[in-house]
């Protein structure tokens, strides 16, 4: 289990998901973009736009190392001279105000001395938030955490909570989903273990994708500036906050892919209210409290 | 020249602007919000939208101080227990395509035993650039240097061509303007001159807008697309790289009045690209470019 292997694995997830994305749409295609790191590496970067049901969406694989420069130690507090870093990220932005923005990613860092860990999560931004459908992507994330460990769902649970908070709207981005960083063997499970749950992780990605899809119910009081206004949020998460996006910045990753995970469009209003008694209110009163979704 | 007597000027500088503002728009009118930081201060907030100009902007004024929090030491580096902040903080985004961008900014801090410093700054982003505009704002912000100390103009140029800078585009967010920090009596000017500069440079705010819009010039080549693309580049560089937001976030401010610079809509595509011997490709040139507007 070195990082050739894991590496490889990677890319052929990247495959995977792109197929099963193309299924679900219908429609669009991924167009491939191979990029190279002057320092070190590189990674291929597969869009896909204007499709039947995906407004917007990006399954970007990478593979990047080198020497740790002053910026990624002082920005990102990484201890060592030299890393690697492979991992496959995905951001979709649905077309339709009834389908979610939904997010992967999976990572694997080596530092010197045989030091790695594994990171990742996937999360779920409904325009709306329709409860049932959140309850069912969270069964789906239980399920699997299950077959590996069974405290691990609540622990992963807590920390994409954690993770995906604007702190600065004291709301989340979304109904969460699972998250996890620095993971490595610890007793319970192997480095190949735990590299199998990313793998598995990944490849449930299309099929919780495709049932918030086919699920997702469209309701005439829906309304599209709402659907905007809460891609801005998405937009100031990633920009703000999102470790992910300060790592890719920082290590002189490729802009475009980094920010794949932008919106199409969105819009900001000064002071926004959601009328009581709206969907979007409901919406957003679910954002500011903080659920667990399965009922035990 | 005491921090009262600063903040009160500030006041009356955003009351000075806000009034101008209203004559050059001749349509919108703002609109104050009144709050107040439970840690100590607070501000007014004004903001504007759908005018006949201006599509959306905001002329903030605060006053916050206390304690330092143990994440403002270790975000924005401040070495002290207590401070005391102040500014009126500009951005105006004009709604015609031939109309640019424009921001302000002039802050006062003050910490622990006397320490003190004056910043600000003011730049414009068109969104297709106009190069005698762009020379007849330089040429502006010169004079009102030229007023204090002969090579103040060129250092603050060179300053604000640096921190306007999206590193991550390898591009300016526009074309520049005056950006100065840790501002303090040096030998040519004393606490009081600074203070008068940063007034002057508060009041120029509304002239160099007027003149900016009464100058512009309308081409049936611009579009629309392209302004909303250059917006999200103005969201990229707000919540990416500027201090000024990174400073209100982390010190707990007002969320609405730091990020009333975001634009009303913004648009990204991946990875695009301009054609060549377009209005758009010539805008890019110059952005990538470093110039100096001013012929000597």
Redesign the interface.
């Known amino acids: 289990m070195d990082k050739h292997q894991i590496t490889e694995s990677f890319r052929e997830v990247q495959e995977y998901i792109c197929s099963k994305l193309e299924d679900i749409d219908g429609k669009a295609e991924f167009n491939a973009?191979l990029w190279s790191r002057e320092e070190g590496g590189g990674g291929r970067t597969n869009?896909i736009?204007d499709g039947a049901i995906i407004e917007?969406g990006?399954v970007a694989f990478s593979e990047v190392f080198g020497s740790v420069s002053n910026q990624m130690s002082k920005q990102l507090k990484l201890e060592g001279e030299s890393f690697f870093a492979t991992g496959v990220s995905i951001v979709i932005h649905s077309k339709a105000i009834h389908h979610p923005i939904i997010h992967m990613n999976i990572r694997y860092f080596e530092m010197d001395e045989g030091v790695y860990w594994f990171g990742g999560g996937i999360d779920l931004t409904p325009i709306y938030v329709n409860e049932s459908l959140a309850e069912c992507f969270h069964l789906r994330l239980k399920e699997l955490c299950d077959q590996y460990d069974s405290s691990m769902y609540e622990r992963f649970k807590k920390w994409a909570d954690e993770y995906f908070y604007l702190s600065?709207?004291k709301e989340s981005r979304g109904i969460g989903g699972v998250f996890f960083d620095h993971f490595s063997e610890n007793g319970v499970l192997t480095k190949e273990q735990i590299f199998q749950f990313c793998i598995d992780l990944g490849k449930l990605f299309p099929e919780l994708y495709g049932e918030q899809i086919s699920k997702a119910v469209a309701l005439k009081e829906m309304n599209q500036e709402w659907q905007?206004l809460r891609r801005?949020r998405y937009?100031?998460f990633n920009?703000?906050h999102d470790r992910g996006t300060k790592f890719g910045?920082y290590s002189g990753g490729r802009?475009?892919s980094?920010?794949?995970s932008?919106?199409?469009?969105?819009?900001?209003?000064?002071?926004y209210q959601e009328e009581e008694n709206t969907l979007e209110y409901q919406t957003q009163q679910i954002l500011k409290s903080n659920r667990s979704w399965i009922t035990p």
Request: net charge negative; hydrophobic share 40%; glycine share 4%.
């Open positions: 973009d869009t736009q917007k990006g600065h709207r905007l801005s937009v100031e920009l703000l910045i802009t475009e980094i920010l794949l932008m919106p199409p469009e969105a819009k900001w209003v000064y002071n």
